[in-house]
């Protein structure tokens, strides 16, 4: 078959791109040549555009033992303790199918964990959708949320958090970002790298079918009216399965049988292989006639490019094959050695006795195209609004419209469709600052959160960018956790516009600037450009997901209120800064004007006396101030509770809204016993942090003196109604 | 006391449940769903999970399985058998409990936590707990609405074979504390003899205060007594 222009086109590939194939293998590729370069050079496998920025992030840490790279990141939590994590994306597929695009989302991350040798023990997730007034909308939630749920829940690994927002932005491309963690044994950490000659490359888990052909490409691109035309290209999960094949390899690994593994994810068998070799600096060998096929007839090309779900590939130790074969018998999954290792440094596919494909591995790895694209500076938007001049508010109906708006309402119509207690070592559940999730047999957790804020990264993307940092550090200190190290999932729009690429590349300015100054480093994440439709760009959405660890389970803290007469203490300062918050976007529709501002250096100490507050049993409950303000905050506590509060009017700022819906960062909201609280104040006085008492813990009613008094059931039912009624 | 947790392909509560039991001192044996003999048990689990990815319909699979007729054969013979869970939607595929577990009248997933009230605790199960005691226990499934004939039905709480409903807080026992939509707010039922007990909502979940709480450890407690 001549490979002719419009095939090019059609395999997403540039012109340019094309040229750069034949040079590198010195003639015209075949069709299932170009398949593979097509795959392997797709934004979604090779950074093309993003790995220039993304080497600029701190990556490093006393904590780090694997940054990014692997399959996932991996960190040190002492004794011989790993946690490795990582989130990814599935925004495409889940646009077009919902419910398997959003499963299979969840099946990827936890393979990506798994093949490291951890078992998982949390799953967490960021989902965006389109405005509720979309047409869409309903039937992508009720998609996504039981989709992951039906993942999550069939295979038994709890759900603890996540969040859920709505915004035009994402009316015809929503975000399903999926993160999974796991907890494994030090020195018992598996890599992707090959190593040694004439090893055999083994195949496991379910049969191979025509599934998710090109699912990384159609990743690559923007959709447009089409794009329902794409379903073909989205993979089928199965978490049953998936189940059996974590099983499987978990009691594999127990033993040193394994050199390499890798996970079958975007570009199947394709990425798998080449990702070994090129890391071994070896060649592989595959005899395509081994691959357990699920329908009859299947071609090199599809074997190649299929994204079929729950598939490994193992570089196993000689002689270790009827032992390890045995394992995945017994979980009744196939298991073939497909191919070997060999010393050619190429790609080479056999076929019914012939080489239909060889491709030097390095033309599919290292030398894969890289951009320095153009992008341009996001100026900080000028403050233009007087609070004066807008219509008057009550504050009693401004807290009400709030608390029962789409993106504020109590979530629990989600969270109830995950299992979150299984595996029952859920200390914390979503709803929470951070969940927490106790080492098993242990006395330590791990606390983990997932935050975005786009709206904050659309206005400013270098100071969004380290906002999200800090939401997630406070978000990890608010439940008494020490903050160890993140995993991004950097969505974004068209990097070909200029507009676009700068966003992404300040967002990443800023990232690096707040995570190296925390001492918070990157451990792994997924890049997810081309999110728009017909030239519509999303906002940048950057998704960060932390962890941090409490030594003992016991000092957890959460933001439930303990009890009446208990002083809350707001620590960090108030400036009212309104431009950007759910306040002015809610109420008064307005969205334009810079992001708060981020002061890293009080971030840092704000955080850290906070926490020694924690550690030393002085504080009944926590809570950070992020969007929505201090009002938000403080009737979260109480909605958390069932308990109210009385709340003193403020004496200095003048401007009641501005006071109590400013979203000024760095600020933490802190439940005190009387008796412990002038000794709270000292500790943070000495740390020279701005702190004020701003209310008392009462039966019954959420109140601030003089200006609202509303009965916590109400303000519970206004809360509540949203996902009921939607 | 000796227990056996039984495991097929897709259980995912069964190393909870030997957790909880280990915790309350049960000499327990993991049990794979290929054996063809059972270890001598005082008490055999058919844990919750989502055995054979709930395909075909929930337990449907595992009720034909070779450990499932050993099952059968001690549960005859007055062996304490436990389904929590999908365990109790296998005992009602394999015909040891009477009766069949449909959607939840939601059609969706639930997983939360409820309360349920003892209704029966002169049994073997429920012994250590108090009459009417109000119970927090946790829930995660598709399938646990409770339904059977209405000649069933009369039998089951005319017998008094109904250990737990589903009530509020204070132990009302209303529609709306219905999460699932059981007939009468069933959460779980006896056979005839009370040796077999299936249930839906999960007391392995509670047995750590500092994880969800531990209003199931008396279940356990009870067994032992």
Not at chain 1, 607 to 626: Q, R, W
Not at chain 1, 664 to 685: M, S
Not at chain 2, 119 to 140: E, G, T
Not at chain 2, 145 to 171: A, M, Q, R, V
Request: charged content about 25%.
């Amino acid at each position: 078959m001549k490979i002719t222009n419009a095939i090019v086109e059609k395999h997403g590939l540039k012109p340019d791109e094309y040229s750069k194939i034949k040079e590198l293998l010195e003639r015209e590729p075949n069709l299932l040549e170009l398949g593979i370069f097509s795959a392997m050079w797709n934004e979604h496998c090779s950074y093309k555009s993003s790995r220039l920025h993304l080497k600029n992030l701190p990556t490093k840490g006393k904590q780090v033992i694997q940054g990014p790279g692997e399959n996932a990141g991996v960190i040190d939590i002492g004794d011989d303790d790993a946690i490795i994590f990582k989130i990814e994306s599935h925004n495409h597929p889940s646009f077009i199918e919902p419910y398997q695009g959003a499963a299979t989302g969840v099946g990827g991350i936890l393979r990506d964990v798994f093949t490291m040798g951890a078992r998982p023990i949390a799953l967490l997730n960021s989902i965006h959708f389109g405005s509720p007034k979309h047409p869409k909308t309903k039937s992508l939630l009720n998609g996504v949320v039981s989709g992951i749920g039906g993942y999550g829940n069939c295979i038994g690994i709890p759900t603890v958090a996540g969040e859920t927002k709505f915004d035009s932005t994402y009316n015809e491309n929503i975000l399903v970002n999926a993160m999974a963690v796991g907890h494994a044994k030090k020195d018992k950490i598996f890599y992707s790298k090959a190593k040694g000659l004439n090893k055999s490359v083994v195949y496991v888990g379910s049969k191979t079918g025509r599934d998710g052909i090109h699912g990384a490409s159609m990743a690559s691109a923007e959709f447009d009216e089409n794009s329902e035309d794409k379903k073909p290209t989205v993979q089928v999960g199965d978490p049953f399965t998936e189940k059996l094949l974590m099983e499987a390899c978990l009691e594999l690994m127990k033993d040193k049988s394994i050199i390499s593994i890798q996970d079958m994810g975007a570009a199947g068998l394709t990425s798998s292989s080449v990702e070994m070799a090129s890391k071994g600096e070896l060649g592989i060998e595959l005899n395509l006639d081994k691959v357990p096929c699920r329908e009859e007839g299947m071609t090199p090309y599809e074997m190649m490019l299929s994204e079929s779900q729950e598939r490994m590939l193992i570089v196993l130790e000689n002689n270790k094959e009827k032992e390890a074969k045995k394992i995945f018998e017994r979980w009744d999954l196939d298991f073939v050695i497909i191919g070997k290792t060999t010393n050619t440094n190429n790609l080479t596919l056999k076929f019914k006795n012939e080489i239909v494909g060889e491709i030097p591995i390095d033309a599919l790895a290292s030398k894969a195209p890289l951009y320095d694209r153009k992008w341009i500076k996001t100026k900080l938007p000028t403050k233009k609004i007087n609070i004066k001049d807008l219509k008057k508010i009550k504050l009693e109906d401004a807290l009400i419209k709030i608390l029962s708006s789409p993106n504020e309402s109590n979530k629990s119509w989600v969270s109830e469709q995950f299992d979150q207690l299984v595996m029952t070592d859920t200390a914390q559940r979503s709803g929470s600052d951070a969940a927490i999730i106790r080492i098993h047999k242990k006395e330590k957790a791990i606390a983990v959160t997932v935050d975005s804020s786009a709206n904050y990264c659309k206005a400013h993307p270098l100071t969004g960018g380290k906002q999200i940092v800090c939401e997630s550090w406070r978000n990890l200190i608010s439940v008494g956790a020490k903050p160890i190290a993140i995993t991004n999932c950097l969505n974004f729009g068209n990097p070909e516009n200029s507009k676009v690429m700068g966003e992404f590349a300040e967002c990443l300015i800023g990232l690096k600037e707040a995570c190296e100054f925390l001492n918070f480093p990157v451990v792994s994440g997924n890049v997810s450009f081309y999110n728009g439709t017909n030239k519509k760009n999303i906002d940048p959405t950057p998704v960060v997901g932390g962890v941090g660890l409490i030594q003992n389970t016991k000092n957890k803290i959460n933001h439930i209120l303990k009890k009446e007469g208990n002083i809350i203490l707001q620590v960090g300062k108030t400036f009212g800064h309104l431009y950007q918050s759910v306040f002015f976007k809610e109420i008064y529709s307005i969205t334009e004007g810079p992001p708060p501002e981020v002061n890293l250096s009080n971030e840092k100490n704000n955080g850290e006396t906070v926490l020694k507050l924690i550690n030393g049993n002085l504080i009944a409950s926590a809570h950070d101030i992020s969007a929505g303000g201090s009002i938000l905050a403080l009737a979260e506590m109480c909605l958390s509770s069932r308990y109210g509060l009385k709340i003193e009017k403020p004496t200095k700022l003048s401007n009641l809204m501005e006071h109590y819906f400013g979203e000024d960062q760095g600020r933490y909201l802190l439940e005190i016993e009387p008796k412990n609280l002038e000794k709270v104040i000292k500790i943070i006085d000495a740390n020279n942090i701005f702190n004020e008492t701003v209310a008392t813990v009462q039966k019954d009613y959420f109140e601030i003196i003089g200006e609202l008094k509303i009965h916590i059931n109400e303000l519970y039912k206004v809360n509540n109604k949203w996902y009921n009624n939607y | 006391m000796n227990s056996s947790v039984i495991v097929f392909p897709g259980s995912n509560c069964d190393r909870d449940i030997a957790v909880a039991l280990e915790k309350l001192e049960f000499k327990n044996t993991m049990v794979w769903h290929k054996d063809i003999t059972l270890p001598k048990s005082d008490l055999i689990v058919v844990p919750g999970g989502f055995s054979y990815g709930d395909h075909l319909r929930s337990g449907a699979i595992a009720a034909k399985s070779n450990i499932l007729n050993e099952v059968i054969k001690s549960a005859n013979d007055g062996c304490l058998v436990l389904g929590i869970c999908n365990g109790f939607q296998i005992l009602t595929e394999t015909g040891l409990l009477k009766g069949v577990l449909l959607r939840n009248k939601n059609l969706k997933f639930l997983g939360k936590d409820i309360y349920v009230k003892t209704i029966n605790n002169n049994n073997k199960f429920c012994n250590k707990y108090k009459q009417d005691q109000v119970l927090k226990f946790n829930i995660a499934h598709n399938e646990g609405n409770y339904f059977t004939s209405l000649d069933h039905l009369k039998e089951l709480e005319d017998k008094n074979l109904i250990p737990f409903k589903y009530c509020d807080e204070k132990g009302n026992i209303k529609d709306e504390n219905n999460p699932n939509g059981s007939l009468n707010n069933i959460a779980g039922i006896f056979n005839d003899k009370k040796n077999i007990l299936g249930m839906m909502p999960h007391p392995e979940r509670m047995v750590d205060q500092m994880i969800s709480g531990d209003d199931g450890i008396n279940l356990f407690k009870s067994l032992l007594n």
